[in-house]
């Protein structure tokens, strides 16, 4: 059974930082693409960053240079370290794997997802 598990989400004021993970259990996680997709009140969800299982990333454009993804095969943990926070970052942020060609547009439609962590920044 393919369990996601996110943390790490808060209460941040604009320009500010957070940390995000997920932890992965039921899949052999070294050779799985995965990555992070939100969803703002209101709005439909937006891919924000995957990384391939060779530690190839590619990021939405509202977040290059300020989002950083990042994987720990030995913990099974995903990361996204999130810098210069902005309030439109604010949302629910989903960790999610099993999604064709591991290409961003296709995490929407991901096999895999976890109950998500909130974020929200203030201005």
């Known amino acids: 059974q393919v369990q996601l598990v996110e943390s790490g989400g808060g209460s941040v004021q604009a320009g500010g930082s957070l940390r995000l993970s997920c932890a992965a259990s039921?899949?052999?996680?070294?050779?799985?693409?995965i990555g992070w997709f939100r969803q703002a009140p209101g709005k439909g969800r937006e891919g924000v960053a995957r990384?391939?299982?060779?530690?190839?990333?590619s990021y939405a454009d509202s977040v290059k240079g300020r989002f950083t993804i990042s994987r720990d095969n030995a913990k099974h943990t995903l990361y996204l370290q999130m810098n210069s926070l902005k309030p439109e970052d604010t949302a629910m942020y989903y960790c999610a794997t099993d999604f064709r060609f591991c290409m961003l547009p296709t995490i929407l439609s991901a096999g895999y997802w976890g109950q998500g962590t909130q974020v929200t920044v203030s201005s």
């Open positions: 039921g899949i052999t996680y070294s050779t799985y693409c």
């Open positions: 990384i391939g299982s060779a530690g190839s990333t």
